[in-house]
């Protein structure tokens, strides 16, 4: 039988056993699909439903720090729609466990007629009503 740490949580050594489940790997890439489609179609209630409904939750962006739910979706209800398409070059994906991820990726975007590179993570946990992001990081390159 396994034992939780003192602080409440599995010791690392479990996790570390049950890095990239392959079932929970597939769960992160489809919900990572449904994001990037509401990204580029800027679907803010989607968008929004995805973050962790916390005042923790927390998104960098380029030009913005969003600490709590209510700024990231207040963000997301006045970004312009303009322009949000972007090509992905990669993709990974790490899965702790089966309620723990991190999703990370570089894009390219055309913004005022020349390309553009970022990056993107995010902290994925799952939680009783299902997996949300805890934290999201987005900068673009100089």
């Known amino acids: 039988m396994k034992t939780k740490t003192p602080q409440g949580g599995w010791p690392i050594s479990d996790l570390a056993g049950n890095v990239n489940d392959p079932e929970v790997v597939a769960e992160l890439q489809r919900l990572y699909a449904q994001y990037e489609a ?20 927390i998104r ?17 209800k006045g970004r312009s729609p303009a322009n949000l398409a972007r090509t992905i070059l990669r993709l990974d994906i790490v899965t702790f466990g089966r309620d723990c991820g991190s999703i990370t990726l570089e894009f390219e975007r ?33």
């Open 60 to 76: 960098f962006g380029p030009t913005e720090n969003l600490y709590g739910i209510a700024e990231i979706a207040a963000f997301r």
């Open 110 to 142: 055309t913004i005022d007629g020349r390309t553009v590179f970022g990056r993107q993570s995010q902290v994925w946990i799952r939680l009783p009503e299902g997996w949300r992001i805890a934290a999201a990081h987005v900068s673009l390159l100089p």
């Open 38 to 57: 509401a990204l580029v179609a800027n679907h803010v209630e989607t968008l929004t439903r995805m973050f962790w409904a916390s005042p923790q939750a």
